[in-house]
């Protein structure tokens, strides 16, 4: 990805732990948002995608479980974008290049990118509502809880709905399929009845 100040960028960041429904839904999200030619935060500029991996590229080794499936989906984890990558840094810290962001897996910044909430411009969140960005509302506030209560397993369910209301979703790529379903099932434990988390 090369810089321009022509564009706006769309920064999809899961939480700061790095784990698969984090990484892999900001990834999901940003190819599910190019599959219907718009971005969902309705702005009439050109919109550049970043997802982001939320740990640092050294990291990603101890996340045998994101390997395994990038792999299986035929993703090379070297044109990945992460959180140390000098493309991220300067978009970060740079105040003229304009961005938006949306939170994944989480609906609170971290500290070290608090320079970034006047960004946020959506969530997408199976957590407990921090009540953070209380601006970013309606649709574009997707926090799947209720109560004491996770209402879906994982963010890349919300992911897999928003994919399933797409007119053209029969087109699917089978690589978003397989990473779609690959965390839904390890984060809702297989399915497990017993496990109360299906989704």
């Not at 321009?4 to 700061?16: A, Q």
């Not at 840094?89 to 970034?116: C, E, G």
């Amino acid at each position: 990805v090369k810089l321009s100040s022509d564009s706006k960028y769309h920064i999809s960041i899961g939480n700061e732990a790095g784990d698969a429904d984090s990484i892999l839904s900001s990834l999901s999200l940003s190819y599910v948002n190019s599959l219907s030619k718009k971005d969902t935060c309705n702005s009439a500029d050109e919109i550049t995608s970043l997802p982001l991996v939320s740990i640092n590229r050294n990291d990603l080794s101890l996340r045998r479980d994101v390997l395994i499936i990038l792999e299986m989906a035929g993703i090379d984890a070297k044109e990945l974008i992460f959180l140390d990558d000098e493309i991220f840094q300067t978009v970060a810290k740079d105040d003229s290049i304009r961005k938006q962001i949306t939170l994944v897996d989480h609906n609170k910044l971290r500290y070290d990118l608090r320079s970034l909430k006047n960004d946020v411009v959506e969530i997408l969140d199976h957590h407990q509502d921090e009540g953070d960005f209380l601006s970013v509302e309606g649709k574009v506030r997707n926090i799947a809880f209720d109560g004491n209560t996770a209402l879906v397993g994982s963010t890349c369910t919300l992911i897999t709905e928003r994919l399933m209301e797409l007119e053209n979703n029969s087109k699917v790529d089978t690589g978003l399929g397989l990473v779609l379903l690959a965390v839904i099932l390890l984060d809702t434990m297989n399915m497990s009845k017993e496990a109360g988390k299906g989704s």
